[in-house]
């Protein structure tokens, strides 16, 4: 379990964005997963909602998870490692009093910050199969309930919008009213240019986040100077997860000996992300008299 309270984990979630320097989240499923990170130096863990939807239901990110799937998810996550969570909330469930609850429901299973989105979800009857934005004023009502929902004033709420979606002026209004609303930071999804965050980041004085990375924003100086503070890597971790279990499971299915099968984690390695030595020091203590 975490050493650290949910609070501590979030006010250094919050003073890691408020630096002058960049920090990839890890990409986390499941509680071993975020213990890895943690072990390897990672400073953030992020679980996304298309990662959330394949570890929960074997489905595909078309927002079938439930709100109790993924704060059950988020609980067990959490509570495993030290790192502060950050979690995809989507377009929190519903409607504004839906992302109330949503914030509600994930600050009391751990999560240190968690983002809520102004896209059209799920897609609605009829859709031209392109996504779109739900009207600024929805928006901006969807992060006042955020904030409304919080009773920990440590948790970050984190406004996120996607900048292939809109002309980058109406982004800049969006992204100003999110911060007059209440938003701890600024997540923009598919950013490609420099004029982009360069766009943004004169439009806000909040900490920004990119869901993603283009060789033309590869420039660690220049992210630092328009107050990037996260940039993610996507979600390599589950996807090797994903086909690394596959292939142990075609070799069994075709005959290969368990004792044959390479490339498995050893048992000082599970015994170590399982915090056996803790659990034998409590048995010692506990069950033996």
Do not use: W
């Amino acid at each position: 379990m975490s050493a650290l309270s949910a609070t501590t984990k979030r006010e250094r979630l919050r003073a890691l964005i408020a630096e002058p320097r960049v920090v990839h989240p890890a990409s986390v499923f499941d509680p071993l997963s975020i213990r890895c990170a943690q072990d390897e130096g990672f400073e953030i863990a992020m679980l996304a909602g298309s990662v959330a939807s394949l570890a929960v239901l074997g489905a595909p990110d078309l927002v079938v998870l439930t709100l109790s799937e993924l704060a059950g998810l988020c609980r067990r996550i959490s509570r495993a490692s030290d790192l502060p969570l950050l979690i995809d909330a989507d377009h929190g469930f519903g409607n504004a009093l839906s992302v109330q609850r949503t914030v509600e429901e994930l600050e009391a299973a751990g999560v240190a910050a968690l983002t809520i989105e102004d896209t059209l979800l799920p897609v609605p009857f009829g859709a031209s199969g392109r996504e779109a934005l739900i009207p600024a004023a929805e928006a901006v009502g969807k992060i006042k309930a955020a904030i409304a929902g919080r009773t920990d004033p440590a948790t970050v709420v984190i406004a996120r919008t996607t900048l292939s979606l809109a002309p980058i002026g109406e982004i800049v209004e969006r992204v100003r009213a999110f911060e007059q609303a209440g938003a701890d930071a600024i997540f923009l999804s598919s950013p490609k240019t420099r004029a982009q965050v360069e766009a943004v980041s004169a439009a806000t004085r909040l900490p920004v986040i990119l869901g993603r990375i283009t060789p033309e924003l590869d420039d660690r100086p220049f992210l630092v100077e328009h107050r990037v503070r996260v940039v993610l890597q996507g979600h390599k971790p589950y996807m090797a997860a994903i086909k690394a279990m596959r292939e142990v499971m075609h070799q069994l299915a075709t005959g290969v000996a368990p004792a044959g099968i390479k490339d498995v984690a050893s048992d000082e390695l599970i015994d170590r992300l399982t915090r056996q030595a803790e659990y034998d020091r409590l048995i010692a203590e506990t069950l033996r008299g």
